[in-house]
């Protein structure tokens, strides 16, 4: 059976730290472009952060830039999301997914929509007080 699990989220509060993880099984994702996205009550799944097979290219949503760093451990089959200076506005359930048809290239533009991606995790809930 194919997972992706998250695990990691809480409270926190605004300004400070949390480190997601992603841990898949059933196939390997070693060769598969990983990302994260999150879910706020009442609002549209929407992209945060995508990493290619080698880990060497990454992209963020404008929202979190600066403050988010994706990477990956292939070895472990994981994936991780380290956020830094939180906000509350970044409240919101994380999901981890997997897209395994693109050859483990990133590209802007496609990586960055839901749509993409074939595997998802059940999501970690994140929540930032102020």
């Known amino acids: 059976q194919v997972q992706l699990v998250e695990s990691g989220g809480g409270l926190v509060q605004a300004g400070g730290s949390l480190r997601l993880s992603c841990a898949a099984s059933?196939?390997?994702?070693?060769?598969?472009?990983m990302a994260w996205f999150r879910q706020a009550p009442g609002k549209e799944r929407e992209f945060v952060a995508a990493?290619?097979?080698?880990?060497?290219?990454?992209f963020y949503a404008d929202s979190v830039k600066g403050r988010f760093s994706i990477s990956r451990e292939r070895a472990k089959n994981a994936v991780y999301l380290q956020m830094n200076s939180l906000k509350p506005e970044d409240t919101a359930v994380y999901y981890c997914?997997?897209?395994?048809?693109?050859?483990?290239?990133?590209?802007?533009?496609?990586?960055?929509?839901?749509?993409?991606?074939?595997?998802w995790g059940q999501g970690t809930q994140v929540t930032v007080s102020s």
């Open positions: 997914a997997a897209d395994p048809s693109s050859g483990g290239q990133l590209y802007r533009g496609r990586h960055d929509l839901k749509g993409r991606y074939d595997y």
């Open positions: 059933g196939r390997t994702f070693s060769a598969d472009v």
């Open positions: 990493i290619s097979w080698t880990g060497f290219t990454t």
